[in-house]
């Protein structure tokens, strides 16, 4: 079983590894302005806050394999038509409807996971590690065509790792009506699964870690915005320019390997800590914007912050959550996160807005990565000193 819902974590993180990696580098070729740039990424989190009705389907209604075959068909759809379309209305458009379902997708299928897992504590972090691997597969899938080719740098590079996202997405919608039945629970008593899950934000603890994922996630936006077009700054050019990005993955995937210790030697609350000063130290890298050599080697830190901050995270969060809220518990924890990514593009686009420099993009840069490391410092300081759970137990909905 664990196979099993580790390939699907691989194909199913091929959809929004094709997208993300190198989508503002896509809209800058286009010649979007950055406030343009910022409110198409920033459709992302806009996906995110309709996570909770997607649980609401899944808790109560119809079986979460089913929904994410759906959620995928039309997903790898609306990705061919957005590799097509050059206008800031259409790209928008079909961006934001790609969000609405593959965002609340990617939360059902932790869901189906947390299920089936006899113990996700020590064994989501193996599973996790699957779609790692499958983020980075259409950019050196990109980069082999390129070789074989014979072309240093494609000017439809994104276009075409659209149209390989779009491949894979088909696979998973046809590969998630293969798995176990993940059946709704209905429940009389509380017939609206997502404001059951709203009763854990009385616990301190809980409340604490919500209000920080959302300021990770307001920086969170800084690097995937931002990064692509720093890089390309400093020289690296497409289609290198994703396979470099999927550094940050390698270290993701080699944390996420370790994860099962790291939770059992600092517990969740020291990992994610550890998580919060690993990208802290990421920004401030960025925020220098130079040598390319330490930049690119920055991308690790991202990885393990991922690794030791979110996904540790979902395993908390995981922890918290009675049989029948459990996807509408990582709802709540999908729709706090795309309120921080919104806030997060639109704060990238109005610092590049205020600091335009045609003649140094590093230096336009550089003032973003400043801000979005003075918000993840903050973050580290309180969450030190207020997070601080007790015993791991099913609370949501007691």
Known sequence: ??????LLMFLQFTLPGALLPIFSLRLKDLGFSPMEIAWCCATHGVGALLAPLAAQLADRYFSAEKCVSVFCLLGSLLLIFLSQVTSVFWVATLTLAFW???????????????TH?????????LVRLSGTLGWMLPGWLLLGVSRISAHDNWTGAAQEQFLAGSFFGILVAAYSLTLPYTPPKPNK?????????????????????????????VTMPFTTQATPMLLEHLGIVQPWLSPTLTISQLAEALSLLLLPMFILRMGMRGSMIFGLLCWSAALGILSIGKPASLVVASL?????????????????????????LRAS???????????????????????????????DLGEELSLAFQFALVINSSLLIVF?????????????GK
């Open 329 to 359: 518990v990582q709802s709540l924890l999908t729709f706090v996160q795309g309120i921080g990514l919104i806030l997060g593009h639109l704060l990238v686009g109005i610092l590049r807005s205020l600091n335009i420099n045609p003649k």
């Open 189 to 217: 008593q509380e017939k609206f699964a997502p404001f059951a899950a709203l009763k854990l934000l009385k616990g301190w603890p809980f409340a604490t870690y919500c209000l920080c994922t959302w300021g990770i996630c």
């Open 300 to 324: 690790t830190l991202n990885g393990l912050s991922v690794t030791a901050f979110l996904v540790t995270g979902q395993v908390y969060v995981n922890s918290q959550a009675r049989g029948d």
């Open 100 to 114: 609405l379902l593959i965002v609340p997708m990617m939360m059902l299928c932790s869901t189906i996971c947390f």
């Open 384 to 396: 030190y000193y207020c997070f601080k759970p007790g015993k791991q137990t099913a609370q949501a």
């Open 1 to 6: 079983m664990q196979a099993r819902l580790a």
């Open 117 to 125: 897992l006899k113990d996700p504590v020590k064994e989501f972090g």
